[in-house]
């Protein structure tokens, strides 16, 4: 998988994936579509990086929480 898309920063502290991949939007050019049922409600994400790419931001988020992620493209 690869983004064309550059580095970014974020800083989020006990937030729910929806609401990380709001904040991702935000610092970036990519759109996420999920269904509602992306029930993860536990607001136990928290984490701080500099200057790294949307992939390694989600490959860091998801392998903690043992969840994949599929990518479809237009």
Same mark, same amino acid.
């Given at each position: 998988? #690869?983004?064309?898309?550059?580095?970014?920063?974020? #800083?989020?502290?006990?937030?729910?994936?929806?609401?990380?991949?709001?904040?991702?939007?935000? &610092?970036?050019?990519?759109?996420?579509?999920?269904?509602?049922?992306?029930?993860?409600?536990?607001?136990?994400?928290?984490?701080?990086?500099?200057? &790294?790419?949307?992939?390694?931001?989600?490959?860091?988020?998801? #392998?903690?929480? &043992?969840?994949?992620?599929?990518?479809?493209?237009?």
């Amino acid at each position: 998988m #690869s983004f064309a898309q550059g580095e970014i920063s974020l #800083s989020v502290e006990n937030v729910d994936l929806k609401t990380l991949l709001v904040e991702i939007e935000k &610092k970036s050019d990519i759109r996420f579509t999920y269904l509602n049922q992306l029930s993860d409600t536990n607001k136990d994400i928290s984490l701080a990086v500099t200057n &790294k790419t949307v992939e390694e931001i989600l490959n860091l988020v998801l #392998s903690k929480k &043992k969840r994949c992620l599929n990518l479809f493209y237009p």
